[in-house]
């Protein structure tokens, strides 16, 4: 027989994935997001970055590039908390952006100033994860 239980556990975050593809990619002034954007994978479609949650840390961003990055997402991509093994703890598929971890606007944005050493400036100093806990997967 098989039973479904909720248990509460404990866990350290580590990371966030932020997996999406902003709506309008292109070098227009009416793009979000420019094609020479760090991180921007090779068929200019998605952007996929990992956060340090305590310190607001792109891993590999290029030293000395600074960008303010306002993308529309439309309850797309995947975010995903890390712990420190490198296990997934908790993910959100094409729904909302999580905006209490991810600076960002109504669920359907994400904002970003990101200095020259890959530090997101405007990261928050004691992350929400309760966005990841309510249900807010498809």
Known sequence: MKAT???EKEFDVKY???DVEPRYI???DDDDMPTDFP??????KCWK???????????GWPKGDVRNLHIKVCDMGT???IDSNGEVIAEIHNGYVPNGVIPGSYGDYIELNIDGDGVIT???SSPDFSGF??????
């Open 79 to 81: 975010y995903s908390l």
């Open 49 to 59: 970055v990992k956060v340090d949650v305590e310190t607001g840390v792109i891993y």
């Open 122 to 124: 405007n990261w928050p």
């Open 5 to 7: 239980f909720l248990i």
């Open 39 to 44: 991180m921007l994978d090779e068929s200019k």
């Open 133 to 138: 806990q309510h249900g807010n997967d498809d």
């Open 26 to 28: 292109g070098d227009s």
């Open 16 to 18: 966030v994935i932020i």
